[in-house]
């Protein structure tokens, strides 16, 4: 296990009892380099959408317990948020809530002459991913193939 997935699944770990506590939801935990800077990660959600003082709760805990249990090597910022309007499906339990709703489908190459699809999502499974486009065909893709998969969103 790579130092990367041990930072995410100890944090995992401790924000689960959490979550049930609150009713909250953990969507995902990453911890990513950017622009030079590590960052701990933690998306939540809850039925009716989360708040800034939902993200304040958890991020005081989460902190209070990140420096006292003090595992990881970098310095981080941490941030607790939304998983907002355009998050990625990564999680079974994402893929079940979605069927039968819109997503975005990236490829990392092209199929057809085409990196992106958008369709209903109609079934999934470890290997494939399908979704029904406009003109009702059904489009299965290879869940390696695949760079990005969202629910869409119009405005």
Known sequence: MSKREE????????????MEEYHFELVDVEY??????????????????????????VS???????????????????????????????????????IGREVEIRLYKALNKQKDYTGTLTAY?????????ENGEQLEFSRGDIALIRLAFDF
Do not use: H, Q
């Open 60 to 98: 005081r805990r989460l902190g209070d317990w990140l420096d006292k249990e003090d595992f990881i090597e970098d310095s981080y910022i941490l941030e607790v948020s939304s998983p907002g309007l355009g998050r990625p499906l990564k999680k079974e339990k994402d893929f079940a809530r979605s």
């Open 32 to 57: 990513v380099k950017e622009a030079g800077n590590w960052y701990l990660r933690a998306y939540i959600d809850k039925e009716g959408g989360i708040t800034v003082d939902d993200c304040e709760v």
């Open 7 to 18: 930072y995410e699944s100890r944090t995992e770990k401790y924000l689960e009892p959490m």
């Open 125 to 133: 499974d470890k290997d494939t991913v399908t979704i029904s486009i």
